[in-house]
């Protein structure tokens, strides 16, 4: 039907991008991708007509994204070229052609486009090899400045190669190692960045993913430096099975700010007082470095009370950190007390509630509300209603 509707209005559009090198194998994707020589706007309007679906437009990018209610995405966008004034800048765009367009890109395996119009319907355009990659499960930077160009490209290659079972293919490993040490990405924003391990975090973590952060150290855009000796994928192993179950338990965890937290134990809060995230994951991330005494306490016999006192105010990621880095049975047995049986359990009222109502209470109002609470935690008194 696109490419119909481009035959009308003498527009050439294909479909680009990652969403071919899913079908080629054979994966779905819900992302689709669509370029046209020129201005997009004539088919944006009449792509809305015929799908009557909501439209967004944006005048600036020349842009536009149809949304399904199933979740399907079309983009629209003019084929462009992409300048950039340094590394890592925000490119600038000059329209031009299809070639162009996909010689901008980083991989291979998502500079491919299918023509959709009715003469050449269906034509693969594979001007670097993409197929040959695809099939040799290899990534491979389209030209030597790729990741100068755009860095966060060294991130999108990770999740990809982790994802896809591929391999960088050596060159491009090379040139991704060299930019991530060499560069001067000052200008990046961490922001970009954190968008990207955002994303690389989403999924789980794998053996070729800590391999490939091995040999291309992507933190150092960041700033962090890795621990020495840590074994990781032990790490990763027992991080991925407390998340399943933390899930099971329909605890809403943050997971991507906990497979990246395995990475930050040298991170100190005031490194990151100016990125651009929210406060609650700057803590998370910064934990670890802080928490020796913690675990120190933690590695001992502890009753309930002292245990809860001790526990409640960390945020439930920062105790799945000590769960998995500290490395000490009793530490582990602790926590795990603390998040099965006591965490949560809290009287019904608290001094809080007597001041608000004027009442004042003094010391022994304390006690009284210690006693319950030590009571309840044993399970000697419960709630009645
Ligand atoms: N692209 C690029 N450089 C980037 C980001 C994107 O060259 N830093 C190009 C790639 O050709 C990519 C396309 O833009 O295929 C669309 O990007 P995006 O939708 O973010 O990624 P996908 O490849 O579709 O991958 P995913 O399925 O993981 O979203």
């Known amino acids: 039907e696109i490419g119909a509707i481009a035959d009308k209005s003498q527009i050439r559009a294909y479909l680009i991008g990652g969403i071919i090198r899913d079908l080629l194998l054979g994966k779905g994707n819900n992302d689709i991708d669509i370029v046209v020589d020129g201005n997009p706007v004539e088919l944006i309007k009449q792509l809305s007509d015929f799908f009557s679906a909501k439209v967004l437009y944006n005048e600036q990018f020349k842009t536009g994204s149809i949304k399904f209610a199933d979740g399907l995405n079309i983009d629209l966008a003019g084929t462009r070229r992409e300048n950039y004034h340094y590394p890592g800048a925000l490119p600038e765009v000059t329209e031009t052609n299809i070639f162009e367009d996909l010689f901008r890109r ?26 040959k990659d695809l099939a040799e499960k290899k990534l491979r930077a389209l030209h030597r400045f790729s990741f100068l160009d755009d860095p966060t490209r060294v991130i999108r290659g990770i999740r990809l190669a982790s994802r896809l079972k591929f391999d960088f293919e050596k060159e491009t490993e090379d040139l991704a190692r060299e930019a991530v040490l060499a560069g001067d990405f000052s200008r990046l924003t961490s922001e970009r960045i954190i968008k990207e391990l955002e994303l690389l975090f989403a999924e789980k973590i794998n053996r070729r993913l800590l391999g490939l952060i091995k040999n291309i150290p992507v933190f150092k855009l960041l700033g962090i430096e890795l621990a020495e000796g840590v074994d990781y994928w032990q790490q990763s192993t027992r991080l991925e099975s407390w998340l399943e179950y933390l899930k099971e338990k329909n605890y809403n965890i943050e997971e991507w700010v906990l497979r990246l937290a395995l990475f930050t134990d040298k991170l100190k809060k005031k490194d990151i007082v100016d990125w651009n995230l929210k406060e609650r994951y700057k803590d998370i991330l910064s934990f670890y470095l802080t928490a020796r005494d913690l675990i120190e306490t933690l590695d001992n016999d502890l009753d309930d009370l002292r245990l809860v006192d001790m526990l409640n105010e960390y945020k439930l990621e920062e105790l799945v950190i000590l769960l998995v880095k500290s490395g000490k049975v009793m530490v582990e047995k602790n ?18 509630d007597l001041k608000e109502l004027g009442l004042n209470p003094g010391p022994v109002y304390k006690d009284i509300f210690d006693r319950v609470y030590r009571a309840r935690l044993k399970g000697e008194v419960s709630t009645h209603q």
């Open 106 to 131: 980083d991989y291979t395996i998502n500079a491919l486009a299918v023509a959709l119009n009715s003469d050449k319907w269906g034509r693969m355009i594979d001007y670097f090899g993409g197929q």
């Open 335 to 352: 926590i795990r007390r603390y998040i099965n049986e006591l965490k949560g359990i809290e009287l019904a009222i608290s001094g809080f």
